[in-house]
């Protein structure tokens, strides 16, 4: 417990305790029934304070939230949220678990080292996006799915890894056909927070590797 601390910062700790709190408070006041909901919720916040130190930890973590939330979304025949993350969230997760294992800051497995994309890396990723923008798009109208406006641009905001209010209005819309859903609305705020902080916890760690070299 003390490494804990240790490591983590009380800004962290706070934020963390407090998406959880709230997770559990929302899924006690609106559903109460789906537990994989709630397990998904908690496993998916606390990989991103993991997210947030450049820790591995949090890629493993991000894994198994993937699965368990494209579960959830083939409840609601969100395919678009299902299909995006068991076959792009999921991957890219192992990907990056494989990377941060293998380049590791100054030998800290616990510390991934921060590194740029280039302007070369942006075009490449701009096309990508604009290609599985609109070949999903195609692929959620066969397969009916629900709501398949925001379906589609979730996908290029996941692609884009930028997805979190999107994700809020897709699951604000099927919170209106069923209460339980507001859980996961709440899930996505609180993830919503947790990026953030991620953002900006990522610069300040760029910030000082950088001026250690």
Known sequence: MTKIKNYFSKGEIILWSSSVVVIIMSFIAFDRTNYMTLCASLIGVTSLIFNAKGNPIG???MVVFSLLYGIISYTFSYYGEMIT???????????????????????????VKVNSIGKRENVYM???TF????????????????NIIPSTISVTT???ASNDIVLIILWTLASA???RYISVVVCFIAFLVNDIYGFVSWR???IRQQENI
């Open 59 to 61: 890629q493993v973590l």
């Open 85 to 111: 993350y068991l076959g792009m969230t999921m991957p890219m997760a192992v990907f990056a678990l494989i990377s941060w294992l293998r380049n590791p800051y100054h030998g800290n497995k616990a510390e």
């Open 126 to 128: 701009w096309i990508g």
């Open 131 to 146: 290609i599985i923008t609109v070949l999903f798009y195609f692929i959620l109208e066969y397969f009916n799915t629900a």
């Open 158 to 160: 996941s692609f884009l």
């Open 177 to 179: 056909y069923d209460i």
């Open 204 to 206: 300040k760690i760029k």
